[in-house]
C-alpha cells in the first residue's frame, strides 16, 4: 500500500489556496443536500467490499470483463431495489448509478444494465398506454424483464427513415410480423443487448393493410425467460471490442418472421386497430423533447469528465518534478512552467463553465417541457439548435481536454493505471452518440440561417439569436476595448457574421441554379462553422451570466477565484477563435499581444489555487481510479504498486520464454 | 468470408480516377526497386500462416497477448535471419519490419524485440569500442543475447541531467557498482525489459575516484542465460496495459549493488582507466545526430499512420450512404457531402506532404551527417531545431488526423475491427516519446529567438531560417495575392513574426528583471507558438517545393492531381492559422471567404480522384486490418464476419448469466 502521508508538494498546493474547497464542492454538488445524499450514496457503494476490484479489468480478456461487469451490474440493481423501496431512487441517483461518476467508479467502461434503466423502461413509459404500462412496467422496474432499446442499424444511423427493419401487421392473427431484410438492417449497438437483455424496444418501419406507415416502437422478447436461449428467428451476439465502453455489451439483432402480439406495439402517439387501420400520431414533437434532454444531460456529462482528467494531471503537474527553469535550480513542479498552466487551467476554466451553461440548460429544459406539456411549443426550435450546437462543441471540447491533459502527463499518462485512456473512450464517444456533431450542428445551423433570413425581413427574433438584430443593426463592432462584457459581445458578433456569410453562401449557390437542400451542402463547411460560433456565443454569454450570478451568492475568497476562472475562460476561448475576431472586428495586432499577456497573468492568478480548485470538484480517488491523480499524490508509490497486480509479473519467467524465445535464441548454437 | 467482388460504389469510384494509381504506388515506395523489395517483403511476411491471427488481438487478456506476440516475433527474428544471411537486411528492411507498415500488419500493437534491433544493436555499434563491437555484436546480431536501451526513469525523462540512477567504479575489483537508489529512480518504459530482453544498456550517472563525471551507458545482464530468471539484485518486470503498444513488453527494472566489469561501460566516447581515471569524450555533438537521425524517421511514420487512416475513412465514406442531401433523392455516399470531404482530403494531402516533407528532411539529415563525420558541424543547430519541431507538429497533427478519420467513420469507427484505436494509440504515443512535443518545440524556439537575435545584429542567416532576414528588411507584407507561393511566403512572414513577439516578450521580461531562464519560461506559450509557425512555415515550403519537383517528373495526369493535392494542403494550412495571417498581413474578409471557397473547390476537384488517391498509398488488406477500409470495400459483411470471432459469441448464454443475472431476475419473485 501507498503510505498514507500526503505528498508535501501537494500539501504545500493545499496551503497556498485563498478560498474554501468545501464551500466549492457544495456549489459544485448543487447546494449542501445534493452534497449530503452524494456523500451517502458513495458511502452505501464506494465501501462495499464486493464492488471493489482485486485486480485493474484492463488485465481483463473482453470476455472476462463482461462476466466481471455483469457481477456488478446486478450488485448495483439489487441496491437499486433497496433504494427504490425506501423510495430514495429520484433522478439524480440513477444519473450518479448508470450515467455519472459514481458508476464510472464502479464500472468505469460501462454497464450492461443500464440501457435497461435509461431507454428501455423510459421509453415504455414515454411511448405506452396506460395499459400497456401496467402491463409491462412494473416487471421492468423489479428487473423481471431485462431490456434495451433497438434503433441503430448496421446500415443507419442518424437518417432514421432509413431504416430497414420493418414489422408488417397480420390481421389474421393479430401480430406483427418483424423482420431484418438485409444484413445492413441488422440492428447494431443497443447496450446489452448481446448476451444481457432478455426483451427489446424495436424501432422498424410499420406496414398496415400493405400500406408504409412510418416508425413504430414493438417490444420483442429475445431470449428465453428461464433458459435466457435466444428464442426462434432471432439472430444475437456481442458486436466486440471497442475503443472505450467496453463492458456495455453492445450487442446486434437479426429478427427473421418474428411474430409479436397486437399490443406490444407500443401505442401512446399512434395505433394499430385490431383490423390493421392506422392511427396516426397528433404531433411528433414530443420525441424531440426526450432528445433534447438527453443532450442537456450530456453537456452536464462532459463537464464532470474533463473536471477528472483535470484533477488528474493537475495533482500529478504538483508533484512531478522535471527541467529546471534555471539551469542552477533543482527540477521545479511541472506546473510551475507557463506551458503546462496553459494545458491545464483552461481545462478546469471549461470543466467549470461546461457545468454551469448544463446546469443552465437543464433549467431552460424543465421551463420548455411545462411549456410543452401546455401545448406552447415557441420555444422548441430554438430549444432544439442551442442543444444540439452545445453536445457537439462540449463534446468535443471535453474529448480534446481528456487528451491535453493525459499529453501533458507525458508517458505515465499513457498507462492505463492513470485511467485516462479510460476516461478518453468515454468522452470521445459522446461526439458520436445521441446525434453525430457533425450532423448536430447542421441543424443548429439549418435553424439559423433560418432565423437570420426572419431577421433580414425585419422580424425580432427570440432571446437566444436575438444578437443577429443588433448585428444587422449596428454593421460595425466599435467598442470592443477588451472587457469581459465586451469579449462577450463580440463573440456573438462574430457569430452573426458567419451566419451571415453561411446565408450568404446558400443563396449565393442557389442563384447559381442549386436547389436550396444542395445550395446548403455544399455550403456545409460554412454552416458548422456558424454554429459553431453560435454555440461558443451562447457559451461566453452564459459563463460570464452563471459565473458572476454565483460569485455573488458566495464568499468574496471564491467569488475572486470564480472571477479569474471567468477571465481565463473568456480570453482563452477568444483567442482560440482569434481568426474570426480578426476577421469582423477592428482590432489589431497590439491587442492581440494583449489578450495574450492577459491569458498568461490569468494563469498566473490561478496558479496558487489550482490544486484546491480541483480538489472542490470533490471527486472520489475511486471515481478518478488513476495512480496519478489520487489525493494523497503518491503517484510513484501507486504507479509501482499497480504493476504487483500485472498478471504478467506474477512469474519472474513467462512460459512463452520456454516456448518460444529460448529455441529462437539458441537456434544458431 | 467476405464475397471476393468489390462493392460496386468503390468501383465506380476506381472508374472516375484521372490518374494511373499504379504510377503513384511507385513514387510512393520510393522508386521502381523499393516498389518491388515492398512486394516482395510482404509476400514473404503476410503468406505465411504462421503470422497470421485467428482471433482478433483485442480478445486476448495482457499475459495471453504479450505470450502471442513474443511467438510472432521470434518468426520474424527467424526470417531477419535468414535476410542478414542473404544480405538482404537493409535498412529500410529493418524500418518495414519493426517500426513500420508490414512490422504492423503483423504485430500491431508493438513488437518486444524491436528495442533489441533498433535500440540495443545500434547503441553498441554507436558507442562500443571496436573491441566492444566485437565481443557484444554478433552476439546482438545472432539474438544469442537479446538487448534493450534502459534510460527513462519513473521520475526522469526528458531532463537527462536528473536521472538517479548510478554507477560507481570500484577500482578495487575493476567493476562498476550500479544502483538505482529510490523508487523514482526505477527504469521505466523500455520495450521488451519486462520479460523479453536479458541485457540492456542502463544510461547511469558515472562516479570514478567519488567523482561525478557526467552520464555512461553499460551494457548490463539482466536475466540468467539459460533459466531467464533474474540475476542478484535485479527487481524486473511489465509496468502494466497502455492505451497502444500493447504487445511491447515495456518493463522496469531497479538495480540493487548490480556490479558489472569495467569493459562494460561502453567508452567510444569517453572512457574509464582500470584505475579509475576518466577520460572525458572529445565532443557530445554525435549523440544529437543519433536523435536527429530517429526523429527523422518518426516524421515518415506520422506520413504512413496517416495514410492508413486516411485509407479507411475515405473506403468506408464511399460504401456509406447516409442523409438524403435531397430529401426525394436515395441516401448519398457521404463522402459527397462537403463536411465528410473537408474532414477527409487534408488528411490525405498531409499524409502526402509529411512523407515528401520526411523524404526531404531524411535526405538533409544524410547530408549533413556526412558533414559531421568531416567535422563540420555548421548546420547542426538548424537541423536540430528544425527536426524538433516538426517532429512535434507532424506526430501531433498525424494524431489529431486519425481521429478525424476515426470520427467521421461515426459509430464504426469505435470498433476496434475499425482498427482507428490502435492506429490512434500507436500515433499519439510519438507525441510523448523521443522528445515530448511541447519540449521539442521549446527546445525550436530557444534557436529561433536566438538567431532572431543574430538578424537584428545584421547576420545573414542560414537557409531554412533566412526568411527572417526578409521579414527584417521589409516589414510589411503587401503582395498577398493568393498564390501558392504568395501563401509559402506569408507563412514564412507570419513566422517571422511570432518569433519577434517571442524575442520582444523574453527581452521585455528581462528588463522587468527576470534572469533569462525565467524570462523565458514566462514567455513560453509565445516560444511555442513561434516554433510552431516556424515548422509550418518550413512544411509549406517543403510541400510547395517537393510537390512541384514531383510534378515535373511524372505523367501529366499524376501531375494535376498532385497540383491539386498541394494547393489544398496550403490553403487549408494557411485557413488554420487565419488569425495570425490576419494579425501579421493586409488581408480582408473578403480575401478570407475567398480563401475559403477555394478550399471547397479544392475538396471538389479531389473528390473523383480520393479513392484511386488512397488506393495508390497502396497499403495491404493486412496493414490496414480494418473491416471498414480492406480493398474490396465489403464492409458490413466484414464487420458481421468480425462479430463471429468474438469469443463472447461462441455460446448463445454466457455463463454469467446464470451465476448473476438469472439469481438478480428472480429474486423478487
Not at 443507419?156 to 445492413?184: C, K, M, W
Not at 444578437?467 to 463592432?477: S, W
Request: aromatic share 8%; proline share 4%.
Amino acid at each position: 500500500m501507498p503510505s498514507q502521508e500526503v505528498n508535501p508538494d501537494l500539501l504545500k498546493e493545499r496551503h497556498t489556496a485563498t478560498f474554501d474547497p468545501h464551500e466549492f464542492a457544495v456549489f459544485w454538488a448543487g447546494g449542501e443536500e445534493r452534497y449530503k445524499e452524494k456523500k451517502s450514496l458513495e458511502k452505501m457503494f464506494l465501501e462495499d467490499p464486493a464492488l471493489k476490484d482485486d485486480l485493474p479489468i484492463s488485465y481483463l480478456s473482453h470476455k472476462e470483463l463482461y462476466e466481471h461487469s455483469l457481477r456488478k451490474a446486478c450488485i448495483i440493481g439489487e441496491k437499486i431495489r433497496k433504494l427504490r423501496a425506501e423510495g430514495e431512487d429520484g433522478v439524480d441517483t440513477y444519473n450518479a448509478l448508470l450515467g455519472g461518476s459514481l458508476g464510472a467508479a464502479i464500472l468505469k467502461e460501462g454497464n450492461p444494465l443500464t440501457l435497461h434503466y435509461v431507454m428501455f423502461v423510459p421509453t415504455i413509459m414515454g411511448q405506452g398506454t396506460m395499459d400497456q404500462q401496467v402491463e409491462w412496467l412494473s416487471k421492468a422496474w423489479d428487473c423481471e424483464i431485462i431490456g434495451t432499446y433497438a434503433q441503430t442499424e448496421l446500415g443507419h444511423g442518424t437518417f432514421l427513415r432509413g431504416l430497414e427493419t420493418r414489422a408488417d401487421y397480420d390481421a389474421r392473427t393479430q401480430e406483427f410480423v418483424i423482420n431484418t431484410p438485409s444484413l445492413s438492417a441488422y440492428k447494431w449497438w443497443p447496450g446489452g443487448l448481446g448476451h444481457t437483455a432478455n426483451h427489446a424496444v424495436v424501432v422498424a418501419q410499420l406496414y398496415t393493410k400493405g400500406e408504409f406507415r412510418g416508425l413504430a416502437p414493438f417490444i420483442v422478447q429475445l431470449r428465453h425467460s428461464d433458459t435466457h436461449e435466444p428464442l426462434p428467428g432471432i439472430d444475437i451476439g456481442d458486436i466486440g471490442t471497442k475503443l472505450g465502453m467496453k463492458s456495455v455489451n453492445n450487442g446486434y439483432l437479426g429478427l427473421k418472421n418474428v411474430r409479436v402480439p397486437l399490443n406490444n406495439m407500443l401505442m401512446k402517439n399512434q395505433q394499430v386497430l385490431p383490423d390493421g387501420t392506422y392511427v396516426a400520431p397528433k404531433n411528433s414533437v414530443l420525441t424531440y423533447g426526450t432528445m433534447m434532454f438527453v443532450r442537456c444531460a450530456l453537456i452536464r456529462d462532459t463537464a464532470q469528465s474533463l473536471a477528472k482528467a483535470s484533477t488528474i494531471a493537475t495533482r500529478y503537474s504538483a508533484v512531478r518534478r522535471q527541467s529546471p527553469i534555471d539551469p542552477n535550480q533543482p527540477e521545479p513542479q511541472i506546473m510551475d512552467h507557463t506551458t503546462q498552466q496553459l494545458k491545464l487551467f483552461p481545462q478546469i476554466a471549461k470543466s467549470i463553465v461546461f457545468k454551469t451553461t448544463g446546469d443552465g440548460i437543464w433549467n431552460m429544459y424543465n421551463v420548455l417541457s411545462g411549456e410543452i406539456e401546455q401545448g406552447n411549443l415557441d420555444r422548441l426550435p430554438e430549444m432544439h439548435a442551442l442543444s444540439c450546437c452545445l453536445k457537439a462543441i462540449c463534446s468535443a471540447d471535453a474529448a480534446a481536454g481528456v487528451e491535453t491533459c493525459r499529453l501533458s502527463c507525458g508517458g505515465h499518462g499513457y498507462m492505463d493505471c492513470s485511467n485516462f485512456p479510460t476516461i478518453y473512450g468515454m468522452t470521445t464517444a459522446v461526439c458520436t452518440y445521441e446525434g453525430e456533431n457533425t450532423v448536430m450542428l447542421l441543424q443548429t445551423a439549418r435553424y439559423l440561417v433560418k432565423v437570420y433570413g426572419q431577421a433580414l425581413n425585419g422580424e425580432k427574433l427570440v432571446p437566444t439569436v436575438a444578437y443577429i438584430n443588433d448585428a444587422l443593426k449596428e454593421r460595425q463592432f466599435v467598442n470592443f476595448d477588451g472587457s469581459l462584457e465586451s469579449i462577450v459581445k463580440a463573440f456573438q458578433f462574430v457569430a452573426a457574421n458567419k451566419i451571415r456569410i453561411a446565408y450568404e453562401q446558400i443563396e449565393q449557390r442557389r442563384r447559381q441554379g442549386h436547389s436550396t437542400e444542395m445550395a446548403a451542402n455544399l455550403s456545409g463547411t460554412f454552416l458548422t462553422a456558424a454554429a459553431d460560433l453560435h454555440g461558443r456565443a451562447f457559451l461566453a454569454e452564459s459563463a460570464y451570466t452563471e459565473l458572476l450570478a454565483v460569485s455573488r451568492q458566495v464568499s468574496p475568497a471564491l467569488a475572486d477565484v470564480l472571477k479569474v476562472v471567468l477571465e481565463l475562460y473568456l480570453v482563452d476561448a477568444c483567442l482560440n477563435r482569434i481568426g474570426d475576431f480578426l476577421r469582423f472586428i477592428d482590432i489589431t495586432d497590439k491587442d492581440v499581444t494583449t489578450l495574450e499577456i492577459r491569458l498568461q497573468n490569468c494563469l498566473k492568478q490561478l496558479r496558487p489555487n489550482a490544486v484546491t480548485l480541483v480538489d472542490s470538484f470533490d471527486l472520489h480517488d475511486r471515481v478518478l481510479d488513476s495512480v496519478l491523480g489520487a489525493y494523497d499524490g503518491n503517484v510513484y508509490e501507486r504507479i509501482f504498486e499497480s504493476t504487483k497486480k500485472n498478471p504478467l509479473n506474477k512469474e519472474p519467467v513467462n512460459e512463452a520464454f520456454h516456448k518460444y524465445l529460448k529455441p529462437f535464441m539458441k537456434a544458431h548454437l
